[in-house]
């Protein structure tokens, strides 16, 4: 059967593709922009020409125009053609050079480029079925998922996630017991341990040199016996009694969820809290169908998927699963209460108890 092509159609999908391919090498190129301090240059001085960022970054001019002239493309930069300066606009300066604002993207291209380093096995992996574990991936992933998500922490969860929980800050702010379950490098462990100096934490993490950051971190914060870390998968974490137990953005990647949660639920004290953070999904695809939801598909396929499929179980619920599924594996593990107290554009905050 002969179908007719719209030629207008077809061509307007090339130029769509050509704005694909670049932004797909602009993710190597923001990550060199940071490394190589180029978005900081920027944003110090104001109007500036490639020999002069060269000069400031101590790198090659040569270089330093060509990474102009790409971001500049793309509207990372703005470009005056009579001085020949390039400009790192205010908005762009605050989202690529502080680190302390919630809309800090470079740890977001970070992750990103990580990920897609391993195509080649993700290729092989979705021939086979067979899943890549987050220690297989490279250091990129690990750093770049930190430093995406840990301004979001740091913007929100003082202020509004765990004050929506019932009766939660009162406990912290008088003394309590907390695990904090797929913690990472620890950003999240340590910024609720500084918040809270009457209350004690517990991070685990069953990769191991996630643990290690998180130590040394937690060590340098001069938190003392107050905050441990411990390898440990979610489901096999030590302690119990807790008052409060926390997961950000780790359910979707286990491989046995509803175990994890399980685990959680036994671990709890009777009038505990289980604060559960996922990314912003709803229940159906249609409801994904956005640009946030189009990003977590790529790293649910590529990074989220695969990390679950690489355990036992491997129930692979991605990162799009949305309030519906993540509700269901709570209760199948024996929660009673489940309900959404807060969001952001990046993330969905549940408070599940038993």
């Given amino acids: 059967m002969t179908v007719a092509i719209d030629g207008d159609k077809l061509m307007g999908f090339v130029f769509r593709a050509v704005d694909e391919v ?17 978005y900081q240059a920027l944003a110090d001085h104001g109007p500036t020409t490639p020999g002069e960022l060269a000069e400031r970054t101590s790198t090659s001019e040569r270089y330093a125009r060509e990474w102009l002239n790409a971001q500049a493309a793309g509207g990372f930069v703005e470009y005056d053609a009579d001085s020949g300066r ?42 086979s079925g067979a899943g890549i574990g987050w220690h297989e991936r490279t250091s990129d992933v690990h750093l770049g998922c930190e430093r995406f998500f840990r301004p979001s922490y740091n913007a929100n969860l003082l202020t509004s996630w765990l004050p929506a929980l019932d009766g939660v800050v009162a406990k912290l702010e008088s003394g309590a017991t907390v ?6 490098h620890g950003a999240s462990t340590i910024l609720m341990a500084n918040a809270f100096p009457q209350s004690t934490f517990a991070g685990s993490d069953y990769h191991q040199e996630s643990i290690e950051t998180a130590r040394l971190r ?21 302690g119990s ?11 979707h990647d286990m491989g046995d969820p509803v175990g994890a949660a399980r685990h959680v639920r036994e671990a709890l004290a009777p009038d505990g809290t289980w604060m559960l953070v996922e990314p912003m999904a709803g229940d159906k695809v249609e409801d994904n169908l ?33 309030p519906a599924r993540i509700q269901d594996v709570t209760t199948a593990a024996g929660f009673t209460r489940f309900r959404t107290v807060a969001q952001t554009p990046f993330n969905l905050v549940f408070e599940v108890r038993p």
């Fill in 218 to 238: 937690s060590a340098e914060a001069g938190l003392g016996e107050r905050v441990s870390f411990e390898v440990a998968p979610a489901a096999g974490f030590s």
């Fill in 241 to 251: 009694g807790y008052d409060l137990v926390t997961t950000f953005d780790a359910l």
């Fill in 86 to 127: 390039y400009t790192l606009p205010p908005e762009q300066a605050v989202a690529m050079t502080d680190p302390e604002s919630p809309a800090y993207l470079p740890g977001f291209f970070q992750i990103a480029l990580g990920t897609v380093q391993h195509t080649t096995e993700m290729i092989e992996a979705a021939r």
């Fill in 290 to 322: 956005n640009p946030v939801g189009r990003a977590y598909y790529g790293f649910s396929t590529l990074l989220c998927t695969p990390a679950s499929l690489s355990q036992p179980v491997g129930l692979a619920l991605g990162t799009q699963a949305g």
């Fill in 179 to 184: 695990a904090d379950i797929g913690c990472g």
């Fill in 22 to 38: 670049g932004a797909t090498l602009n993710a190597a190129l923001v990550v060199m922009g940071d490394r190589l301090g180029y």
